[in-house]
C-alpha cells in the first residue's frame, strides 16, 4: 500500500516563475493538505482540499493556489516565485477532514528559488 | 506571541540518558496535540499523540499534556543516538499548528 507520494522530489525555479506540485494521497484517504517548511522552521500550514474543495486556508497569499481532482489527488500552484518561496513543501493526507493521528507526510518536494 | 512555542535548543544529551522536551501553546480551542520527529532532509514523522490531560507513555517515550498550564512535554527515556532528530510539537484544532522544533543531538 503505498504512503503518500510527491513529486517532483527536488526543483529549481527562477524567480517570477511558476511552479507545479503534485500528491498523491494515501489510498483511502480522501482529504489533502498541503504546508510549507522554511530551513528551520516548522511546517506552515497553506490550505486543505476536501471533495476537490478548498476548505481551510492559511496566512498564504493568493499566488498561493490548488486544486484536487476526483481521485483525491492534489497539486499546489505556485506563481511570480519569490527567493523567500525555497522551502520544502509537504503534502499529507488523511482519511477525513480532519482525522489527528491518522495524518500522514508525503516526502516533500524541495523547492529552490534563484 | 506564536501559537506553539518550543525551546529552540539545541539540546544534547549522552547515550543513555533522559531527553526532555518542552512545547507551550496559546490557543485553548487546540483540542489534541502531537510530537512529530524529522530527520535531516525527511519529512516530519509522527511518534506520539495526546488528547487529555496527563501522561501517555509508549515506548521510551512518554508525552504529557497540562491544559490549564498550556503545556505539553515529550520524555524519551534510555536517549539512543538514533533519536538525533528535530523534535516539532504541533497542536490541532481544525489543522496542525507547529512549532519550530528542537534539534536533539545523543552523544555516544
Known amino acids: 500500500d503505498a504512503g503518500v507520494t510527491q513529486s517532483p522530489t527536488h526543483l529549481i525555479k527562477t524567480r517570477g516563475q511558476q511552479v507545479t506540485l503534485r500528491c498523491s494521497p494515501k489510498?483511502?484517504?480522501?482529504?489533502v493538505s498541503w504546508y510549507q517548511q522554511a530551513l528551520g522552521q516548522g511546517p506552515q500550514f497553506i490550505f486543505q482540499?476536501?471533495?476537490?474543495?478548498?476548505?481551510q486556508r492559511g496566512n498564504f497569499p493568493d499566488r498561493f493556489s490548488g486544486h484536487q481532482f476526483p481521485n483525491y489527488s492534489s497539486e499546489l500552484n505556485v506563481n511570480a516565485l519569490l527567493l523567500g518561496d525555497s522551502a520544502l513543501y509537504l503534502c499529507?493526507?488523511?482519511?477525513?477532514?480532519?482525522?489527528?493521528?491518522?495524518?500522514?507526510f508525503g516526502e516533500g518536494s524541495w523547492l529552490t528559488v534563484v | 506571541q506564536k501559537e506553539v512555542e518550543q525551546n529552540s535548543g539545541p539540546l544534547s544529551v549522552p547515550e543513555g540518558a533522559i531527553a526532555s522536551l518542552n512545547c507551550t501553546y496559546s490557543?485553548?480551542?487546540?483540542?489534541?496535540f502531537f510530537w512529530y520527529r524529522q530527520y535531516s532532509g525527511k519529512s516530519p514523522e509522527l511518534i506520539m499523540s495526546?488528547?487529555?490531560?496527563g501522561d501517555k507513555e509508549d515506548g521510551r517515550f512518554t508525552a504529557q499534556l497540562n491544559k490549564a498550564s498550556q503545556y505539553v512535554s515529550l520524555l524519551i527515556r534510555d536517549s539512543q543516538p538514533s533519536d538525533s532528530a528535530t523534535y516539532l510539537c504541533?497542536?490541532?484544532?481544525?489543522?496542525?499548528?507547529f512549532g519550530s522544533g528542537t534539534q536533539l543531538t545523543v552523544l555516544p
Open positions: 499529507a493526507s488523511s482519511p477525513t477532514r480532519f482525522a489527528g493521528n491518522t495524518i500522514y
Open positions: 489510498s483511502g484517504h480522501d482529504t
Open positions: 482540499y476536501y471533495e476537490e474543495e478548498e476548505r
Open positions: 490557543d485553548r480551542g487546540s483540542q489534541s
Open positions: 495526546i488528547y487529555s490531560n
Open positions: 504541533a497542536g490541532a484544532r481544525r489543522q496542525l499548528t
